[in-house]
């Protein structure tokens, strides 16, 4: 009973002849199986049992003595004293002992979460960097397809079909490129352009898109808290990744549902190693803006919420799915010092949860006005150096360039163009240079050209920019990058406002 309420006794003195019914030995056995760390002293005069016959009936152990009578009362005392003393040492122990066993759990499983999320990293970081390199030569062929085809288109009437069906492979090349930028998106190679906003802003304008594409079975409840907070982040990046996480939940409520998409602030006092599987942040400490997304669909089990980032893993039927949705999320949070959660169960919905550190300092972020960003015309009559090693792409910017009346001087790689450059640099008034070429990168052509012509103007073509910050490199020069496959007009465009323009570094 003493033990059940949680307050065992610490010493017991049993004498050995106890008639009728139990002896010593009997009782101290039955004392230890109550409480094995009990105390006992047995009291005897006479023992019917030898020593030998103690230990082969109760075992070798720390927790027995044998006193004698008659008893002195000082040595009663200080063995009582000697023994409390001891079996208070040894709960202290044993509740130290404990706690280091509860605290060698809790350091595995951080250090067993902290691994997997290093694997995961690395993971994100080598499909990313295939992800990249993929996307540079992908972009090259969608290049291809979509100039000839409207090489083809030009030579059609408008009102023709088999106008109208090139007019549908130029739509799926789009398709295609806005794939692969979603990849560069996630692999991190594509530059953010981050600023501050409100959290509150960026799931409005989310919404905008959102709700046209739920049905009316789907409930849609919106809570946006007033001390949601304003975030550094790329906003369409962040719309994106947001518009992700309402589509997986529509999906997972075929039959109609509640989604409830809420705001709110929160603090991280400590990082205590979360995990995103498991709906605990492994954060830095600070205040967060948290954006939830929380579904009444079908939920997943365990088994599929280990695995629900992982790139290229889908519950979805062949074809409704790529498996790199949740994947670019968890990647586009980590790229903003944030990170995605997510809580469920089977048949009892799931919460996902986006967390953005709050701004430092907000401040208003504006855009410097261009002049004359219109421009009224694509043609021009100005020599444009271009160089483009791969032949197809090369062949068809420069049809392009001399249609819309400009003299183009070749370059098949970096060298090449070089060379071109210094031999025409009083007539070349623009360069149209590929990034990735053999021998010579486009950012090292540029800084040769720089030598001749430090005022030269230049347009990058690439697939992804490997460089997240080329300040230094573009200080002094009017620079814009556009990005493969790009769009004739996007390519005119750019060129003319350039050349009528004062020098201005841009991306577009």
């Given at each position: 009973a003493a033990v059940a309420e949680n307050r065992p006794?610490?010493?017991?003195?049993?004498?050995?002849?106890?008639?009728?019914?139990w002896d010593g030995l009997t009782t101290i056995e039955q004392l230890w199986k109550a409480d094995p760390d009990l105390q006992v002293v047995i009291c005897t005069a006479?023992?019917?049992?030898?020593?030998?016959?103690?230990?082969?009936?109760?075992?070798?152990?720390?927790?027995?003595?044998?006193?004698?009578?008659?008893?002195?009362?000082?040595?009663?005392?200080?063995?009582?004293?000697?023994?409390?003393?001891?079996?208070?040492l040894a709960q202290q122990a044993r509740l130290k002992k404990r706690d280091l066993e509860r605290m060698v759990d809790e350091r595995t499983e951080q250090l067993r979460e902290r691994e997997e999320a290093?694997?995961?990293?690395?993971?994100?970081?080598a499909i990313g960097s295939l992800a990249s390199g993929?996307?540079?030569?992908?972009?090259?062929?969608?290049?291809?397809?979509?100039?000839?085809?409207?090489?083809?288109?030009?030579?059609?009437?408008?009102?023709?079909?088999?106008?109208?069906?090139?007019?549908?492979?130029?739509e799926a090349v789009d398709r295609a490129?806005?794939?692969?930028?979603?990849?560069?998106?996630?692999?991190?190679?594509?530059?953010?352009?981050?600023?501050?906003?409100?959290?509150?802003?960026?799931?409005t304008m989310t919404l905008r898109m959102v709700r046209p594409v739920f049905g009316e079975q789907i409930e849609v409840d919106v809570d946006l808290s007033d001390e949601a907070g304003i975030v550094y982040a790329?906003?369409?990046?962040?719309?994106?990744?947001?518009?992700?996480?309402?589509?997986?939940?529509?999906?997972?409520?075929?039959?109609?549902g509640r989604l409830r998409i809420t705001t709110d602030q929160r603090e991280i006092l400590d990082r205590r190693g979360g995990n995103a599987s498991t709906g605990q942040p492994n954060l830095k400490p600070g205040h967060y803006s948290v954006i939830t997304v929380a579904d009444t669909g079908c939920g997943m089990p365990a088994k599929v919420i280990d695995r629900v980032f992982d790139p290229f893993f889908t519950t979805k039927e062949v074809g409704k799915g790529t498996g790199m949705g949740l994947a670019m999320v968890f990647g586009t949070l980590q790229n903003h010092e944030g990170t995605v959660t997510v809580e469920s169960s089977e048949g009892q919905g799931s919460t996902f949860r986006i967390w953005l550190p709050v701004a430092a300092q907000a401040t208003n972020d504006t855009q410097q006005p261009t002049k004359n960003s219109g421009a009224?015309?694509?043609?021009?009559?100005?020599?444009?150096?271009?160089?483009?090693?791969?032949?197809?792409?090369?062949?068809?910017?420069?049809?392009?360039?001399r249609a819309a009346g400009y003299t183009v001087i070749v370059a098949a790689d970096g060298e090449d163009a070089v060379r071109k450059f210094e031999q025409n640099a009083d007539t070349i008034q623009m360069a149209v240079l590929d990034v990735v070429m053999p021998k010579l990168d486009g950012h090292r052509v540029y800084d040769r050209m720089k030598e001749a012509n430090s005022e030269?103007?230049?347009?990058?073509?690439?697939?992804?920019?490997?460089?997240?910050?080329?300040?230094?490199?573009?200080?002094?020069?009017?620079?814009?990058?556009?990005?493969?496959?790009?769009?004739?007009?996007?390519?005119?465009?750019?060129?003319?406002?350039?050349?009528?323009?004062?020098?201005l570094c841009q991306t577009v």
């Open positions: 006794y610490a010493l017991a003195f049993v004498d050995m002849r106890m008639p009728p019914g006479y023992s019917d049992n030898t020593w030998s016959d103690i230990r082969e009936q109760l075992g070798d152990t720390d927790q027995l003595l044998i006193l004698k009578k008659p008893f002195d009362n000082v040595e009663v005392c200080q063995l009582a004293l000697a023994l409390t003393e001891k079996w208070h290093l694997r995961r990293k690395h993971k994100l970081e993929i996307a540079h030569e992908f972009n090259n062929v969608l290049q291809v397809i979509r100039g000839y085809t409207r090489f083809a288109m030009d030579e059609l009437s408008v009102d023709a079909q088999p106008h109208r069906d090139l007019q549908y492979a130029v490129a806005e794939i692969t930028r979603q990849l560069l998106n996630f692999s991190r190679q594509q530059p953010a352009k981050k600023s501050h906003q409100e959290v509150n802003e960026i799931v790329d906003v369409d990046i962040m719309s994106q990744a947001l518009l992700n996480l309402c589509i997986n939940a529509r999906d997972a409520m075929p039959s109609g009224s015309s694509l043609t021009g009559s100005e020599t444009i150096l271009l160089a483009e090693d791969d032949p197809m792409v090369r062949d068809a910017a420069v049809r392009v360039l030269i103007k230049v347009v990058f073509c690439t697939a992804y920019n490997p460089e997240t910050d080329q300040t230094d490199v573009l200080e002094g020069v009017q620079v814009s990058t556009i990005y493969k496959p790009l769009a004739e007009e996007a390519l005119l465009s750019t060129m003319r406002r350039m050349l009528d323009e004062e020098p």
